[in-house]
């Protein structure tokens, strides 16, 4: 499956952003899917993941309660609607399709086998 991560931009500390991930060439429903974002100079973390049927998500505790993860399997679109923004929020945003049966696995970012390209997002203070 192709992944492709839109959405990002600079917003200020307290603004939102809603990031999207159009998906294409195989079977959107199938897949497990998540959002992870990487720093400067730190490694990929986990953000958020949902269901195949969109029943499900979750969250790092980092973004619970500000962010949320949602998708339209009609559309094949994933979305992140990001709220109260932080300095710390500032890392480009992947997009990931992974095959899991295990929520363990969610969170782990070598656990999935697709991946979009990356949208920047950057919070100002």
């Known amino acids: 499956v192709q992944l492709q991560a839109s959405g990002g931009g600079l917003v200020q500390a307290g603004g939102s952003l809603r990031l999207s991930c159009a998906a294409s060439?195989?079977?959107?429903?199938?897949?497990?899917m998540g959002w992870f974002r990487q720093a400067p100079g730190k490694e990929r973390e986990f953000v958020a993941s949902?269901?195949?049927?969109?029943?499900?998500?979750y969250y790092a505790d980092s973004v619970k309660g500000r962010f949320t993860i949602s998708r339209d399997n009609a559309k094949n679109t994933l979305y992140l609607q990001l709220n109260s923004l932080k300095p710390e929020d500032t890392a480009v945003y992947y997009c990931a399709a992974g095959d899991l049966y295990y929520l363990r696995t969610h969170y782990q970012a070598g656990a999935y086998g697709y991946w979009g390209q990356g949208t920047q997002v950057t919070v100002s203070s």
């Open positions: 949902i269901t195949r049927n969109g029943d499900n998500a």
């Open positions: 060439g195989r079977t959107f429903s199938n897949y497990i």
